[in-house]
């Protein structure tokens, strides 16, 4: 174990040529950011109008291959406002899986909705549509106006599946779950923007998908979200929701529903769209580190998690599959002491306070994985 530590410590520095500390995920801005940033202060647009937030909204379309996209202030108000025009509503269940960011249940919870924390596959790491089947042949009736839950008699009103660290889930059979049970998929692709399944992107498959431009992820507009459908009408309705409701009027304020204001801002805009044009190279890039990354931990005998053979993973997070709980802690503790910052995996939704008494199936992947799976620096860096 101390060498495989000692190997780890090394190997990672000679990549990254740094004796500091080692973070987990840094930005890179290496492209027209300043540029365009500048451009809205000069243009006096910096806030909830202007030409980046219209050209961030065509970018993010066409990079999810989806016909609408809505600029949002963050990721979780994206989910919160995707899964209300779902349908989701006070007291529906939807379903996701425990092994998560918070954001995800906590986007339920926003809509009154009450989550159902389902298994996730060992191999994604994301929502398992074998566990979805056997919840629904188990639990769930389709009726007039939906998908109900027999047992609780709430409705079953959405499938929220997260792509963890941007492995996508398999979708094909996901998808065929929820259709034969009239339940609409909305994605949390938060994490995984640009990779790709069967050569299509994430984001693209459900009703809505949603992504997240916080400073961590993969590109950032420093805080930002956004939602994307292939249904048109559904996209003006999102704008219109999280931009206060607000009918169109040269002078009037007449807003017609209780909307949000979501809105992303011009100058976070000018920052995103700066960096999707690096998004591709960006994932090269950490590609070619998963790939040394894979070389290196083979040989010392440790998984490092690899894309499954129908998708292009981003690699926004790069983790390794430790032996047991106790092989982690170390690793976490030892790697961490010596500057090089590594994360175990999410605590399991139910074990916080206010997700303890939400329904949940057998958790037997979920909990492996918990006991083993460690983040490991996983930042775009050009030499
Ligand atoms: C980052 C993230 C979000 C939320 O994004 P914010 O922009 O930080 O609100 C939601 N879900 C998952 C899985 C995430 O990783």
């Given at each position: 174990m101390s060498d495989l530590i000692d190997n780890t410590v090394s190997f990672i520095r000679e990549y990254f040529e740094t004796k500091d500390v080692i973070p987990l995920h840094v930005p890179r801005f290496i492209g027209n950011e300043k540029e365009y940033v500048a451009n809205t202060i000069d243009s006096t647009?910096?806030?909830?109008?202007g030409a980046y937030v219209d050209q961030f909204e065509e970018m993010i379309a066409q990079k999810s291959q989806t016909t609408s996209g809505v600029a949002i202030v963050n990721g979780t108000s994206a989910l919160q406002v995707a899964l209300r025009l779902a349908?989701?509503?006070?007291g529906d269940e939807v379903l996701t899986q425990a092994l998560t960011f918070v954001a995800t249940a906590n986007a339920i919870r926003y809509n009154r909705a009450n989550p159902v924390f389902l298994d996730v596959d060992r191999d994604t790491m994301g929502l398992s549509p074998e566990a979805v089947k056997q919840f629904l042949e188990q639990y769930a009736e389709v009726r007039e106006g939906g998908c109900y839950n027999t047992k609780t008699g709430n409705r079953i009103a959405a499938c929220v599946p997260m792509h963890t660290f941007g492995f996508p889930v398999h979708l094909d059979e996901l998808q065929a779950v929820c259709k034969e049970w009239n339940i609409p998929i909305v994605e949390d692709a938060a994490e995984s923007l640009g990779s790709l399944y069967k050569g299509k992107p994430t984001g693209s498959f459900g009703q809505f998908g949603i992504f997240s431009f916080n400073g961590n992820k993969i590109v950032t507009a420093g805080g930002g979200g956004a939602i994307v459908t292939d249904e048109v009408e559904a996209g003006q309705h999102a704008k219109h929701l999280t931009t206060t409701a607000k009918k169109p009027h040269d002078y009037e304020y007449y807003h017609d529903e209780l909307g949000y204001n979501y809105r992303m801002p011009n100058l976070n805009a000018a920052l995103i769209c700066a960096q999707l044009e690096q998004l591709d190279r960006f994932i090269e890039n950490k590609r070619t580190l998963a790939g040394k990354y894979s070389d290196f931990f083979e040989k010392e005998g440790v998984t490092f998690r690899t894309e499954n053979t129908d998708t292009k993973v981003n690699y926004w997070l790069m983790c390794v599959e430790l032996e047991d709980r106790k092989q982690r802690d170390l690793f976490l503790e030892e790697t961490n002491d010596k500057g090089i910052m590594t994360r175990p995996i999410w605590q399991l939704m139910y074990r916080l306070p206010m997700y303890e008494n939400c329904f949940r199936d057998d958790q037997t992947n979920a909990e492996y994985l918990e006991d083993r799976i460690v983040n490991i620096p996983s930042s775009v860096y050009v030499k």
């Amino acid at each position: 174990m101390s060498d495989l530590i000692d190997n780890t410590v090394s190997f990672i520095r000679e990549y990254f040529e740094t004796k500091d500390v080692i973070p987990l995920h840094v930005p890179r801005f290496i492209g027209n950011e300043k540029e365009y940033v500048a451009n809205t202060i000069d243009s006096t647009f910096v806030s909830s109008v202007g030409a980046y937030v219209d050209q961030f909204e065509e970018m993010i379309a066409q990079k999810s291959q989806t016909t609408s996209g809505v600029a949002i202030v963050n990721g979780t108000s994206a989910l919160q406002v995707a899964l209300r025009l779902a349908g989701v509503k006070d007291g529906d269940e939807v379903l996701t899986q425990a092994l998560t960011f918070v954001a995800t249940a906590n986007a339920i919870r926003y809509n009154r909705a009450n989550p159902v924390f389902l298994d996730v596959d060992r191999d994604t790491m994301g929502l398992s549509p074998e566990a979805v089947k056997q919840f629904l042949e188990q639990y769930a009736e389709v009726r007039e106006g939906g998908c109900y839950n027999t047992k609780t008699g709430n409705r079953i009103a959405a499938c929220v599946p997260m792509h963890t660290f941007g492995f996508p889930v398999h979708l094909d059979e996901l998808q065929a779950v929820c259709k034969e049970w009239n339940i609409p998929i909305v994605e949390d692709a938060a994490e995984s923007l640009g990779s790709l399944y069967k050569g299509k992107p994430t984001g693209s498959f459900g009703q809505f998908g949603i992504f997240s431009f916080n400073g961590n992820k993969i590109v950032t507009a420093g805080g930002g979200g956004a939602i994307v459908t292939d249904e048109v009408e559904a996209g003006q309705h999102a704008k219109h929701l999280t931009t206060t409701a607000k009918k169109p009027h040269d002078y009037e304020y007449y807003h017609d529903e209780l909307g949000y204001n979501y809105r992303m801002p011009n100058l976070n805009a000018a920052l995103i769209c700066a960096q999707l044009e690096q998004l591709d190279r960006f994932i090269e890039n950490k590609r070619t580190l998963a790939g040394k990354y894979s070389d290196f931990f083979e040989k010392e005998g440790v998984t490092f998690r690899t894309e499954n053979t129908d998708t292009k993973v981003n690699y926004w997070l790069m983790c390794v599959e430790l032996e047991d709980r106790k092989q982690r802690d170390l690793f976490l503790e030892e790697t961490n002491d010596k500057g090089i910052m590594t994360r175990p995996i999410w605590q399991l939704m139910y074990r916080l306070p206010m997700y303890e008494n939400c329904f949940r199936d057998d958790q037997t992947n979920a909990e492996y994985l918990e006991d083993r799976i460690v983040n490991i620096p996983s930042s775009v860096y050009v030499k």
